[in-house]
Each structure stands twice: as C-alpha cells, then as structure tokens.
T-cell receptor
Framework: DGGITQSPKYLFRKEGQNVTLSCEQN?????MYWYRQDPGQGLRLIYY???????QKGDIAEGYSVSREKKESFPLTVTSAQKNPTAFYLC??????????FGEGSRLTVL | AQSVTQPDIHITVSEGASLELRCNYS??????LFWYVQSPGQGLQLLLK??????LVQGIKGFEAEFKRSQSSFNLRKPSGHWSDPAEYFC????????????FGRGTSLIVHP
C-alpha cells in the first residue's frame, strides 16, 4: 500500500541532544512537509520541500534542520537549539496541488 | 496571504443530533478547500475536498460540506452524530500557483454525548 511512514512513533531525548525523525513516502509525490502540533495550536509548518535537493523554511524553522537527498525521504532533525521541542510532529506529502497525505506522526518528549 | 478560521474550539452534540463545524477562509481567488479528521495520537485523514463545480461536496464517514463564496465559508455538516465521530477536525485552504503550502485552521474538537 502506498503511504507515508514516520518513525519512530515515540522518541525521548535528553536536553542538549539532537534527534532525527524519519519520513518516507512511496506515493511518488514531489512535495513534502513537516508540521509541528501542540495542543490548541493546530499545525505549524516547520519546513517544506517541493523538489529533491531543495527545501524552504516554514513559520517555525528555528532549531530544526532537514535534507531532501531522495524523492522518497525527508528527515527532520530537532537540534539542541530548539528550546521547546516536546511536541507531536507530522510529515506529509502532496503532488504539489490538492490534498496532503499524512503519516501517523512522531511524538518527541524531552526529559 | 491565505488564512483559515475555525471559530469553535469545541462542539458538543448528542448522539443522533445533527452537527455543524464552521470554517471561514480568506483568499483572493477560488481556493482549494479541505476538511481533515484526526484521532488522538494519529495523523490527519482527508474527509472531503472542494476544488470547483458543485458547491456541496460529500465525503467519507457521512460528512458533507458546502462552499459559500459570498460568506467565505466551508462548513462541515453531518445529519446524525455517531459515537465514532469524536475527534479533532481541521479545515484547510490551498491555492494554485507558486509554492503549494496549505494553511490549516486551529481545529475544532467534536464531542458526542450518548
């Protein structure tokens, strides 16, 4: 089945550590997105990529980094510079128009 | 810039009663409009979408939405709430051309009482 796979589903991090969240899609979509979700705040865009080897900052990119070396993959690194990283992270993809297809999410908790 | 407002943080209905979740958008041209549903700890699933044509669109799980250009609204409705409907519902707007970045509302939490 085609879809988006995020891993891990749950992740714990100590302060000062970088962590990387994986996002893989087999939908052959050009565009991929990372969103952060906090209670009562909806979805906030972190980064997006419309094509391989190119990506753009979203509204809350500080403290995060991404890469897009392959069409299928768009990993997100939460760096130690992100002051409040505990959140639910959602990866999505699209053809560049139309609806977004979402993964099941990754919940990051800082200890 | 496009924007989406979901004025209701929570909506509570009785099982079997009709329900309506409101969505207002701001965009200069004809937008692409979406409703998504999210169960706790899960990703978002598309309920329905409007691109053009008939302004009343049908979706999954018995939901429908009506696009009203004059009111800049795209409200989600269901004739009879079901015990399986409680979830977070998000309205989103997208636009053709340039970078395709759909904008999401803050969500409405639906509660269904037995």
């Amino acid at each position: 089945d085609g879809g988006i796979t995020q891993s891990p589903k749950y992740l714990f991090r100590k302060e000062g550590q970088n962590v990387t969240l994986s996002c893989e899609q087999n939908l052959n979509h050009d565009a991929m997105y990372w969103y952060r979700q906090d209670p009562g705040q909806g979805l906030r865009l972190i980064y997006y990529s419309q094509i391989v080897n190119d990506f753009q900052k979203g509204d809350i990119a500080e403290g995060y980094s991404v890469s897009r070396e392959k069409k299928e993959s768009f990993p997100l690194t939460v760096t130690s510079a992100q002051k409040n990283p505990t959140a639910f992270y959602l990866c999505a993809s699209s053809t560049g128009i139309g609806e977004l297809f979402f993964g099941e999410g990754s919940r990051l908790t800082v200890l | 810039a496009q924007s989406v407002t979901q004025p209701d943080i929570h909506i509570t209905v009785s099982e079997g009663a009709s329900l309506e979740l409101r969505c207002n958008y701001s965009y200069g041209a004809t937008p692409y409009l979406f409703w998504y549903v999210q169960s706790p700890g899960q990703g978002l699933q598309l309920l329905l979408k409007y691109f053009s044509g008939d302004t009343l669109v049908q979706g999954i799980k018995g939901f429908e939405a009506e696009f009203k250009r004059s009111q800049s609204s795209f409200n989600l409705r269901k004739p009879s709430g079901h015990w399986s409907d409680p979830a977070e519902y998000f309205c989103a707007v997208g636009a053709e051309g340039g970078s395709y970045i759909p904008t999401f509302g803050r969500g409405t939490s639906l509660i269904v009482h037995p």
